[in-house]
């Protein structure tokens, strides 16, 4: 059974940062891609960020570019996302994903999500 688990949420200053951390398991970690969707209030799941199987190719939604990192441990099973300059509108919870295909968007179908973490930027 894949468990994805997401971890590292909270409330935040706007200006601050945070490291989100998804570890998977029940799956060959290095042959899936992963990466990270966010849902705000009253709005549509969307795409956040993805890395392929072994690292080298990444991908953003234009509004977090420059601020945040995705990156992979596949020793330790564990996807991240560094967020940094967080602003209000980046409140949300957010997901991680995982799928043996790599998408670059919200019409990524991807196979395996984790439960959220929420994420809460105050003004």
């Known amino acids: 059974q894949v468990q994805l688990v997401e971890s590292g949420g909270g409330l935040v200053q706007a200006g601050g940062s945070l490291r989100l951390s998804c570890a998977a398991s029940?799956?060959?970690?290095?042959?899936?891609?992963m990466g990270w969707f966010r849902q705000a209030p009253g709005k549509e799941r969307g795409f956040v960020a993805a890395?392929?199987?072994?690292?080298?190719?990444?991908y953003y939604a234009d509004s977090v570019k420059g601020r945040f990192t995705i990156s992979r441990d596949n020793a330790k099973n564990t996807v991240y996302l560094q967020m940094m300059s967080l602003q209000p509108e980046d409140t949300a919870v957010y997901y991680c994903?995982?799928?043996?295909?790599?998408?670059?968007?919200?019409?990524?179908?991807?196979?395996?999500w984790g439960q959220g973490t929420q994420v809460t930027v105050s003004s």
């Open positions: 890395i392929s199987w072994s690292g080298g190719r990444t």
């Open positions: 994903v995982a799928d043996r295909s790599l998408g670059s968007s919200s019409s990524w179908y991807v196979d395996y």
């Open positions: 029940g799956l060959i970690f290095s042959n899936y891609a």
